[in-house]
């Protein structure tokens, strides 16, 4: 195995115990980077001079008996709206394309102190405005797309090109990606990981967070950059050995399973007797207010989005995508009082909600209703005939959890039959990482998606298994 193709975990043991240095490990990604980014295109800028320099000072550390922890010398991506200081935060529009970091975000300082390696900045969908990223293939099919907005740091650690990545995620732009490319994604709860330093798109939806190719990987990024003054004391790495006997699973009864591909569809009911057998308590649960949540989560983000590129959009127009621009020129045209209506909406759900969790610990749902679609791919037809865009099958299911602020989880949950992954969702409680984790890393065990480089499917009658469960 070259190095490049170990996980997170494995590769810092290898680093502690010194039969893997830092600097071997960073050049084995630059390599596979060279080799692999012309084609999958993850990367907006690489910087190999700033990696092999911190790499090299991560080994003389480690051998003066200075290791700082699990991420030290460990190479890790940045999706480009994560200011690092001197490196350029392109958000990838050419409104900022000159933009240079005067100082570096709050969670790229936890992860410098930590040790960690910064290759470089992935693409993301212009200022994340987007759940595909445009600029980036899929590296399990090239003429597919990667997902988005944090498209580039799903690719990157899906063809071997990170150990780590951070994205950011407003409608799902964390799960979508991870979930398209059979990677690991966590939106954690709102307000755990700092944001300053972040380009916004919605103030109210962001969320930083982490990505990496196995669930402990993503615990022990989470470890290092969730706020210090989060409700727990345990390291969300080392919860995830705990049972899940007694634990409640909703599994919603209306929305989420609604125009959901059948292999999907029985893949994720597959898993979900996986963890009955594994002590868990499948709890039937109606979705409040389903219908709205789509509309609520719209009438935040559109206005929000737009109060922030207000003066920009008056003073270059031109630079902006069309799309993106069209987008933030109808936000401006948004009442201020439909606005708080959609605030409004949006409580109404929150408290709504807050009582479907008395009921149970977790909810279980499917990241995305299909797997990756073609580039240029406008629209799903589902089998009653009906036709939906393919940005909004995707922010479908993942939506709801930024409107009401919750921690969701995007974990591989196989692969179709044309050989693509796709993902299960689990939906916490506020600050309920720890029991999402958790579960997921029950779920990992069982799937059988390659994410070692994301680029072949294990071998596995998958869901011929599924099928027979009773």
């Known amino acids: 195995m070259k190095a490049f193709e170990l996980n997170l975990r494995d590769a810092a043991d290898a680093i502690r115990s010194r039969t893997l240095s830092p600097v071997e490990l960073v050049n084995s990604v630059l390599d596979r980077i060279r080799e692999q980014d012309r084609e999958s295109s993850a990367f907006s800028m690489v910087a190999e001079e700033h990696a092999i320099t911190s790499a090299r000072k991560a080994e003389q550390e480690i051998q003066e008996g ?17 200011d690092v200081e001197g490196l350029p935060t392109t958000a990838g529009s050419r409104v900022r394309q000159e933009h240079r ?5 709050v969670v790229a300082q936890r992860l410098e102190k930590a040790g960690a390696v910064l290759l470089g900045k992935t693409h993301t969908h212009e200022f994340a405005f987007g759940l595909t990223t445009p600029q980036t293939n899929n590296p399990w099919a090239p003429d597919r797309s990667a997902g988005g907005s944090s498209g580039g740091s799903a690719a990157a650690l899906a063809y071997g090109g990170a150990l780590a990545a951070l994205g950011t995620d407003t409608g799902g732009s964390i799960r979508v990606p991870a979930a398209l490319c059979g990677v690991v994604g966590l939106k954690p709860t709102f307000g755990l990981v700092p944001r300053q330093g972040v380009v916004p798109l919605s103030y109210s939806l962001d969320h930083v967070g982490p990505m990496a190719r196995t669930v402990v990987d993503t615990a022990l990024i989470l470890d290092v950059i969730a706020q210090s003054s989060r409700p727990r004391m345990d390291s969300y790495a080392h919860t995830l050995g705990r049972g899940i006997e007694g634990l409640r699973i909703g599994v919603p009864r209306n929305y989420f399973f609604a125009h959901v591909a059948e292999d999907i569809h029985v893949a994720i009911r597959g898993h979900l007797a996986n963890l009955v057998d594994a002590g ?6 109606d979705i409040p207010l389903a219908d709205y949540l789509i509309p609520a989560q719209w009438g935040v983000m559109i206005p929000e989005a737009s109060a922030y590129h207000r003066n920009q959009l008056r003073q270059t127009p031109q630079l902006y995508g069309d799309d993106v621009r069209l987008l933030l020129e109808a936000g401006s045209f948004v009442p201020a009082h439909d606005y708080i209506l959609a605030q409004r909406a949006r409580k109404a759900h929150q408290l709504a909600w807050r009582e479907m969790f008395k009921r149970i610990d977790i909810l279980i749902a499917p990241t995305v209703p299909q797997t990756a679609p073609l580039h240029g791919q406008e629209t799903f037809t589902w089998s009653d005939g009906a036709e939906e865009s393919v940005a909004m099958a995707f922010v479908r299911l993942c939506a709801p959890a930024n409107v009401l602020g919750l921690p969701a989880l995007s974990v591989p949950a196989g692969v179709d039959y ?3 992954p796709f993902g299960v969702q689990l939906i916490g409680k506020p600050f309920g990482e720890d029991t999402i984790l958790r579960v997921g890393h029950i779920i990992e065990a069982k799937s059988f998606v390659n994410r070692t480089t994301g680029l072949a499917p294990l071998a596995s009658p998958s869901l011929a298994d599924v099928r027979a469960r009773p």
């Open 280 to 285: 868990a308590v499948p709890v039937e649960v």
């Open 66 to 82: 200075r290791y700082r922890g699990v991420l030290h010398g460990i190479p890790y991506a940045l999706k480009d709206l994560i």
């Open 101 to 105: 970091a005067a100082s570096s975000s």
């Open 418 to 420: 044309g050989g693509l």
